[in-house]
């Protein structure tokens, strides 16, 4: 979506009372393409730590790098092993942590991912 159009969709949520201006020059890119290879490789993964969980896409709302590789033409993914209760996240809080099962669930996660995404084609 433009940052233009951003601006406008803002402006029109919170009226005119308050004034919606960016700050610094902001960069806007396209989303990377949903590439089945990679989201067969997301969804075996899960599956055979969590076999049943339905994998769903979705945006993330928060800021990354992502946006520089995607502005650069590379394609870039955001992809999260962690299984936790919603009362166990503490994600970029002043307490930010994980629990001990979550971190050591998360290598074995990125360790097969890994192996997946990197397998020879067949």
Do not use: C, N
Not at 14 to 37: N, Q, Y
Not at 54 to 77: C, H, L, S
Request: glycine share 10%; no cysteine; aromatic share 8%.
């Amino acid at each position: 979506m433009a940052v233009e159009t951003v601006g406008k969709t803002l402006q029109t949520i919170v009226g005119p009372a308050v004034e919606v201006k960016a700050i610094g020059t902001p960069l806007a890119t396209e989303a990377s393409p949903l590439r089945p290879d990679v989201l067969a490789a997301i969804t075996k993964t899960v599956h055979t730590l969590h076999p049943g969980v339905t994998v769903v896409p979705t945006q993330e709302a928060g800021a990354t790098d992502g946006i520089f590789f995607r502005a650069a033409g590379i394609p870039t993914y955001g992809v999260d092993g962690s299984f936790i209760k919603d009362s166990d996240d503490f994600t970029h809080g002043l307490d930010e942590r994980i629990p001990v099962k979550s971190f050591y669930g998360d290598l074995q996660y990125w360790y097969l991912l890994v192996k997946a995404l990197s397998a020879p084609k067949s």
